[in-house]
């Protein structure tokens, strides 16, 4: 089981930045990590993910050219740089663990199956 921790959310204005970091304990095994997000009063989709070696991302269309994901497998941990934010991307942002995908990516949240608790990202008009 990987444990996840996220961090860095927060209220920014429209426009702003923010960078979460997500902090993986547990088995070192090979893995792909996501974010997702889940807005209020709306199912959870999908934003981003990364390959175990880095090399391999994918994004959502809405936040290409947005958000950047990147990991320090040294720290074991998975970051999301957001710029440009807007309000529509407002909601409760998890990190997410896809074991059973290796050397790989997927945007397919059934294949993700250890979650960190989410972290608030908040941004106002």
């Known amino acids: 089981q990987v444990n996840l921790v996220e961090s860095g959310g927060g209220l920014v204005q429209d426009g702003g930045s923010l960078r979460l970091s997500c902090a993986a304990s547990g088995p070192t095994t090979n893995y792909a990590t996501a974010w997702f997000r889940q807005g209020p009063g709306k199912e959870r989709e999908f934003v981003a993910a990364?390959?175990?070696?880095?090399?391999?991302?994918n994004y959502a269309e809405s936040v290409k050219g947005r958000f950047t994901i990147s990991k320090d497998n040294a720290k074991n941990t998975v970051y999301l740089q957001m710029n440009r934010l807007k309000p529509e991307h407002t909601g409760v942002y998890y990190c997410?663990?896809?074991?059973?995908?290796?050397?790989?990516?997927?945007?397919?949240?059934?294949?993700?199956?250890?979650w960190g608790q989410g972290t608030q990202v908040t941004v106002s008009s």
């Open positions: 990364i390959s175990w070696s880095g090399r391999i991302t």
């Open positions: 997410a663990a896809a074991t059973a995908i290796i050397g790989g990516t997927t945007s397919n949240l059934d294949y993700y199956d250890c």
